[in-house]
């Protein structure tokens, strides 16, 4: 089985690499991580990973820029079923729109804007900074044996804006920050982290093991 | 409160190596960042900060290499601050494996910078250091100068304000240290850190003289910070990181106890 994390000039690409080959590792797979700009690497993977740290337009074009990398994409998750995990602006380009410094077009593979989070609270300090415990709607794969809730595990977050307007069903779990901050998303063989797994200690590599073993 | 407050440890990085010295039990390098970052992953930090004190563009290489051996090792949240002049230093330090860059005396000189970076690589990885000393006297009302060169060269610029523009221009996180002080263990300026955590939106990070256990409650209660930042109360092994989380609990302060024996 073969990971590949998108390359496309965003994101903590070394990071995001260590985490999934020492989970793969952990959880016994022969799972080479790929850091790759090649459509062709990405077509033929057995697990694409979109990672993502910066403003959605400028990752956007980033992502568009490297040619033929979104028909690759498109053509191994929504074509074939290909397990796909966006993390942070990874999983935003997941959306229809991105509404950060201006507006502009994702993946449209799930429907909804990327808004700046507005908390009910005016003291609360956007970003969004720092950890957050995950209020679930329902059973997916990749959150087995993870502890969420009030009491759960806390996975950490670095935004300011985050999905809105998308279908219920989308929603997987939200974190409470003066509002409902959409925390994670999931949809057909597509999962979508807000927060950074590989950057969330536990419930972070748990979550990527468990991507890593999904056979949806 | 649904946030929890962060407790940051601070690592100044010269050379590849931590000075200030880091003492920690069954460590085996105690000057070694990567294996001190390791100690802080397994304590509990919510994020570790490297401070690199580094001059030369050699050696900077060598900050590049901590930081992707730190990323290897520890999945928490990484700031690097430092001699970072140009979008370029931001992407590398990216790509190394940090989340989050701190830019200090180049967003003094260049305000624009700030924007620059927080256009390219978003408000959230931009954290603008602030070194602030107070320049009223007594009787005046209180007024906050920035400094730079480690709090020997005065600006004339006032910190309020410059918090301000810079967060308008795209800052998406305050590290403020009060250079009256830092290293004197007597706690944060607690009305220096009020002053501009009330005047920005964005979370303020307070540094500089923490040496009770106390001074973390009241950098929060009464500064108004979202995060503490402290280097040698946690090096000399004075606190745990764990030992300050259960005192801000007892507080009322809301914090991660993730894999800390409570």
């Keep these: ?65 490297v040619p033929g990398m979104v028909e690759a994409m498109t053509e191994a998750v929504r074509g074939r079923g290909r397990p796909f995990l966006g993390i942070c602006v990874g999983m935003q380009l997941m959306a229809g729109r991105g509404l950060e410094k201006e507006t502009s077009a994702g993946l449209g593979w799930v429907p909804g804007d990327i808004d700046l989070i507005r908390p009910a609270d005016p003291a609360l300090k956007i970003p969004h900074m720092g950890w957050n415990t995950l209020d679930v709607t329902r059973d997916h794969p990749v959150l087995a044996g993870i502890p969420t809730g009030p009491k759960g595990l806390h996975a950490y977050f670095v935004h300011s804006y985050h999905l809105t307007a998308t279908a219920a069903d989308v929603v997987l779990a939200e974190a409470a920050y003066g509002t409902r901050v959409t925390a994670m998303i999931a949809r057909d063989t597509m999962v979508g982290t807000q927060f950074h797994p590989e950057k969330s200690q536990t419930i972070g590599l748990s979550l990527i093991g468990n991507f890593l073993e999904w056979r949806p | 409160m649904t946030f929890k407050i962060r407790i940051i440890p601070c690592l100044d990085v010269k050379d590849g190596r931590v000075v200030k010295g880091v003492q920690f039990v069954d460590l085996i390098d105690a000057g070694d960042p990567v294996e001190a970052a390791k100690a802080y992953d397994a304590a509990g930090a919510d994020e570790l900060t490297f401070l690199d004190i580094t001059a030369s563009s050699d050696d900077r290489r060598t900050m590049f290499d901590v930081v992707t051996r730190t990323a290897e090792a520890c999945f928490m949240p990484l700031t690097v601050g430092g001699g970072v002049r140009t979008v370029e230093d931001i992407r590398a330090l990216l790509q190394s494996g940090a989340d989050k860059v701190s830019i200090n005396t180049a967003a003094v000189n260049d305000r624009a ?36 060169h480690g709090g020997r060269k005065p600006t004339g610029i006032d910190a309020v304000a410059y918090a301000r523009e810079v967060v308008a221009l795209g800052a998406g996180e305050i590290l403020l240290t009060s250079m009256d002080r830092d290293g004197t263990k007597s706690g944060f300026d607690l009305k220096l850190t009020r002053a501009i955590a009330d005047s920005v939106p964005v979370p303020v990070i307070a540094s500089g003289g923490v040496g009770t256990l106390d001074h973390f409650v009241e950098g929060v209660r009464d500064g108004g910070a979202t995060g503490v930042l402290a280097a040698s109360v946690f090096h000399f092994g004075t606190f745990t990181i764990g030992e300050v989380k259960r005192h801000m609990q007892t507080a009322g302060l809301p914090v991660r106890m993730d894999g800390i024996a409570v």
């Design chain 2, 113 to 148: 910078f700030v924007g620059r970076a927080a256009d390219k690589f978003g408000d959230q990885c931009i954290v603008v250091a602030i070194d602030a000393k107070k320049v009223s006297g007594e009787g005046e009302a209180d007024r906050w100068e920035i400094f730079t």
């Design chain 1, 1 to 65: 089985m073969s990971v590949a994390i998108v390359d496309y000039g965003s994101g903590n690409l070394h990071s995001a690499q260590k985490a999934f080959e020492r989970m793969a590792r952990e959880r016994g797979l022969n799972a080479p991580v790929l850091v790759t700009a090649d459509p062709d690497v990405v077509r033929k993977a057995d697990r694409i990973v979109l990672p993502g740290v910066g403003a959605f337009a400028d990752c956007k074009r980033g992502l568009v820029g």
